[in-house]
Nanobody
Framework: QAQLTESGGGVVQPGGSLILSCVTSETALIKNFMAWYRQAPGKEREYVASISTIGATNYAASVQDRFTISRDGDKGILYLQMNKLKSEDTAAYFC????????WGQGTQVTVSS
């Protein structure tokens, strides 16, 4: 079965930036509808952003104009560029391939703290 692996998390100060990556074991999967989710301690997992097969993007209101989702179809990598980070962005971030395969990565931790 295909796998998703996130990386790029870390500790950053408020106002800082991070780029998350999600690599697939099957390159072509990245060209499907893909999404990023996040889960903060004690909270439910929530939608962050998604990109369609034709490249149309959508964002949660809380990250609109700060985060950018993109992908490199040839390399099989999904990205999440996160700018102007806030403490409330602290969470584990997961990439997700919905549908029949319903794949989730193991997550990468982002901590925004001064």
């Amino acid at each position: 079965q295909a796998q998703l692996t996130e990386s790029g998390g870390g500790v950053v100060q408020p106002g800082g930036s991070l780029i998350l990556s999600c690599v697939t074991s099957e390159t072509a999967l990245i060209k499907n509808f893909m999404a990023w989710y996040r889960q903060a301690p004690g909270k439910e997992r929530e939608y962050v952003a998604s990109i369609s097969t034709i490249g149309a993007t959508n964002y949660a209101a809380s990250v609109q104009d700060r985060f950018t989702i993109s992908r490199d179809g040839d390399k099989g990598i999904l990205y999440l560029q996160m700018n102007k980070l806030k403490s409330e962005d602290t969470a584990a971030y997961f990439c997700h391939l919905p549908g029949l395969q319903n794949l989730w990565g193991q997550g990468t931790q982002v901590t925004v703290s001064s």
